[in-house]
């Protein structure tokens, strides 16, 4: 059964995050989103409840977002992050505009292309 509130749409992109102190920066990659968060592919994870600040680049533009580690997976072995999906879950304070339009756009491609499935 499926426990979010909100569809996840697939986006790529590339993100820097810092703990909320900004002490240390860590690299991942956005492999989804959705109105309320997204999910970050890091061997870099974070702990559960920790604040983080997020700069990422949609569609030519940069974003800036801020919110809540909710969920980790963590993966040993740092060659199998990408295939075991390691990451951290972020919970998203306030979802830019811009990330909105991107959500939109890609659920109404969805509904189109059922449309055309027989």
Same mark, same amino acid.
């Given at each position: 059964?499926e426990r +979010?509130?909100?569809k996840r749409?697939?986006?790529f !992109?590339? !993100?820097?995050f810092? @703990?909320?102190?900004?002490q240390k920066?860590?690299?991942g990659?956005?492999t989804d989103?959705?109105?309320?968060g &997204?999910f970050i592919?890091? !061997?870099n994870t974070l702990?559960?409840?920790?604040?983080v #600040?997020l @700069?990422? +680049?949609?569609n030519g533009?940069?974003?800036?977002?801020n919110?809540i580690?909710? +969920?980790k997976?963590?993966? @040993? #072995?740092?060659? &199998?992050?990408?295939? !075991?999906?390691g990451?951290?879950?972020?919970?998203?304070?306030?979802m830019?505009?811009l990330v &909105?339009?991107y959500i %939109?756009n +890609?659920l109404?491609?969805?509904?189109?292309e %059922? &449309?055309?499935t027989?």
């Amino acid at each position: 059964m499926e426990r +979010r509130k909100h569809k996840r749409v697939v986006l790529f !992109a590339t !993100a820097y995050f810092t @703990d909320s102190n900004n002490q240390k920066k860590y690299y991942g990659i956005v492999t989804d989103v959705s109105y309320s968060g &997204l999910f970050i592919q890091t !061997a870099n994870t974070l702990n559960l409840g920790e604040r983080v #600040n997020l @700069d990422l +680049r949609i569609n030519g533009n940069d974003v800036k977002l801020n919110g809540i580690v909710k +969920r980790k997976k963590v993966v @040993d #072995n740092p060659q &199998l992050i990408r295939y !075991a999906k390691g990451g951290i879950g972020i919970q998203v304070d306030y979802m830019h505009p811009l990330v &909105l339009d991107y959500i %939109n756009n +890609r659920l109404l491609e969805e509904i189109k292309e %059922n &449309l055309k499935t027989p």
